[in-house]
């Protein structure tokens, strides 16, 4: 069966500190994987999508850059953090695009 | 631009009763429609899905209803269990056009013994 592995669940970083968070897939190959942020009082936000490795889709301008540099890895990246980069982000995966997404556990994330 | 609202953040209800659970969309191309439950500290899980080309899917206890022309969708869960307390999100994609789905801010449920 398909897993998909996310961490750290926490973490608190101070402003213009970097940031990296991973997401790790098993028990598939080339799955489409996707970055979504949930803040404070609102719904989840697809931040980034792949498709293959390199391959990368970014739904919203932000602070934040993705990279897939295999198969099933995708880390979700900052040079320098802002206050509003705070949220709960969730990886998740599809065995195709036009179908429904699986979840990690999610990072919350704190930026002070 | 909130295209997809679930406008009650928070229902409570009775186990063994019947819990309905709502979302409303602007978007009149969104093709397909699905609902999350979320745990505390946890990512969503899916839950069902719908075209819409149908306007009625079931699973087990768990039935989704879609009418295109209210722009508008609930989720139905006979009989409520108190397992099911957790936050649920309505989402929705407009296949053509891209690969986001485009979430509600959920609404909490909670069922009472």
């Known amino acids: 069966s398909q897993t998909i592995h996310q961490w750290p669940a926490t973490l608190v970083q101070p402003v213009g500190s970097p940031l990296s968070l991973e997401c790790t897939v098993e028990?598939?190959?080339?799955?489409?994987l996707y970055w979504y942020r949930q803040a404070a009082g609102r719904g989840l936000q697809l931040l980034f999508y792949?498709?293959?490795?390199?391959?990368i889709s970014s739904e919203v301008p932000q602070n934040l850059s993705a990279s897939r540099p295999q198969d099933r890895q995708f880390i979700l990246s900052s040079k320098k953090l802002l206050l509003s980069d705070s949220g709960f982000y969730l990886c998740?995966?599809?065995?195709?695009?036009?179908?429904?997404?699986?979840f990690g556990q999610g990072t919350r994330l704190t930026v002070v | 631009d909130q295209q997809v609202k679930q406008n009650s953040p928070s229902l409570s209800v009775q186990e063994g009763r019947i819990s309905i659970l709502n979302c409303d969309y602007t978007n009149s191309m969104f093709d397909y429609f699905l609902w999350y439950k979320k745990y505390p500290a946890e990512g969503p899980t899916f839950l069902i899905s719908i075209s819409s080309i149908k306007d009625k899917n079931e699973d087990g206890r768990f039935t989704v209803f879609l009418n295109k022309s209210a722009k508008h969708l609930s989720l139905h869960i006979v009989p409520s269990q108190p397992g099911d307390s957790a936050v649920y999100f309505c989402?929705?994609?407009?296949?053509?056009?891209?690969?986001?789905?485009?979430f509600g801010k959920g609404t909490s449920l909670l069922v009472t013994p």
């Open positions: 028990g598939t190959s080339n799955p489409n």
């Open positions: 989402a929705a994609r407009n296949t053509p056009s891209g690969y986001a789905l485009n």
């Open positions: 998740a995966w599809s065995p195709t695009l036009n179908t429904e997404a699986f």
């Open positions: 792949s498709i293959g490795i390199d391959q």
